[in-house]
């Protein structure tokens, strides 16, 4: 069985510094890993996904993650924090046989301080 | 524009009332989703389709229904045996890439 875990359900940060949020995940197989975003009272948007081309993996509005097989972590990062930014944000993991349903973590909520 | 379209975007259900979720897509995927978020949570599957006129049960089926009558359309019905359906409820598909897009969601309350 699959699972993901979300270290961190708050995270504050002052506008232009550092993001880090944390995603360790737990699968038999080779995982595809996803990062979603989403906004008040709004269905999630992809950010970006990793499949195995690339351990470090770029998506968008400068955030990137990457792959660390040896630690299961996805961790999400973007250099500088934007007021825009806040939001709630999701990893998840695909069984990319069977159903090919997510996992998803219980989710990271970050804020924007200015 | 390519997307998912989920209605209404807010909902109201009395007690020992069934309702139903819309959810559309015009992206031509054959697999698509219902996952319940519940606040501080992530999202949980409900059911899904791999293909039309087929439908799965997730993890948490109970007191849901569905029907893959079309490609197009996976509509989601909250019978009256869910007993807390009070909750935000996404509908995706899923592309040959394994990637979901999800639609914008349905608040559901209870009154």
């Known amino acids: 069985a699959q699972s993901v875990t979300q270290l961190g359900s708050h995270v504050s940060v002052s506008e232009g510094a550092l993001v880090l949020l944390r995603c360790n995940y737990s699968?038999?197989?080779?995982?595809?890993l996803f990062w979603y975003v989403q906004y008040p009272n709004q269905g999630l948007q992809l950010l970006l996904k990793?499949?195995?081309?690339?351990?470090l993996v770029k998506g968008i509005n400068g955030f990137e993650a990457e792959f660390k097989k040896s630690e299961t972590s996805f961790h999400l990062t973007k250099p500088s924090a934007h007021m825009s930014d806040a939001a709630e944000y999701f990893c998840?993991?695909?069984?990319?046989?069977?159903?090919?349903?997510?996992?998803f973590g219980s989710g990271t909520r970050l804020q924007v301080q200015p | 524009d390519g997307g998912i379209t989920q209605s209404p975007k807010y909902l109201f259900r009395k007690e020992g009332q069934n309702v139903t979720l819309s959810c559309e897509q015009n992206?031509?995927?054959?697999?698509m989703y219902w996952y319940r978020q519940d606040p501080g949570q992530g999202l949980r599957l409900i059911y899904y389709?791999?293909?039309?006129?087929?439908?799965q049960k997730g993890d948490i089926a109970e007191g849901y229904s569905v029907s893959r009558e079309k490609k197009e359309s996976f509509p989601l019905t909250v019978t009256s045996a869910q007993k807390n359906p009070t909750a935000f409820y996404l509908c995706?598909?899923?592309?040959?890439?394994?990637?979901?897009?999800f639609g914008p969601g349905t608040r559901l309350t209870v009154l």
């Open positions: 992206l031509n995927h054959d697999a």
């Open positions: 995706a598909s899923r592309d040959s890439s394994d990637t979901q897009y």
């Open positions: 389709s791999q293909i039309v006129n087929d439908f």
């Open positions: 699968s038999s197989v080779p995982p595809y």
């Open positions: 990793y499949t195995s081309a690339a351990t």
């Open positions: 998840a993991v695909s069984e990319h046989t069977g159903r090919r349903a997510l996992t």
